[in-house]
Nanobody, 118 residues
């Protein structure tokens, strides 16, 4: 069982930065791939970035490439999303999810709100 808790959301101006954290419980956290998704009002939840277990390979949505960076610290059971050059269209609730291997994400956090003003 893995529990995920997001933090670090808030209000930022366009062009600014925020860093989100996804803290996980469980001794096997390093064996999970972790991803960030976001959901804007009235829209579906969209993939943002993922970092894979152990080898730390990363992937990003085209809309955030070059602006967002995902990283993990397995000693702290935490995954980060550094968000730079924020845009108003980045406004959404951001969720982290964890999975082993490929397929559906097994665990989700409660989400953290990010609001970017123009």
């Amino acid at each position: 069982q893995v529990q995920l808790v997001e933090s670090g959301g808030g209000l930022a101006q366009a062009g600014g930065s925020l860093r989100l954290s996804c803290a996980a419980s469980g001794r096997t956290f390093s064996s999970y791939s972790v991803a960030w998704f976001r959901q804007a009002p009235g829209k579906e939840r969209d993939f943002v970035a993922e970092i894979h277990s152990r080898v730390a390979l990363t992937s990003y949505a085209d809309s955030v490439k070059g602006r967002f960076t995902i990283s993990r610290d397995n000693a702290k059971n935490t995954v980060y999303l550094q968000m730079n050059t924020l845009k108003p269209e980045d406004t959404a609730v951001y969720y982290c999810g964890a999975r082993r291997g490929i397929g559906n994400y097994d665990y989700w956090g409660q989400g953290t709100q990010v609001t970017v003003s123009s």
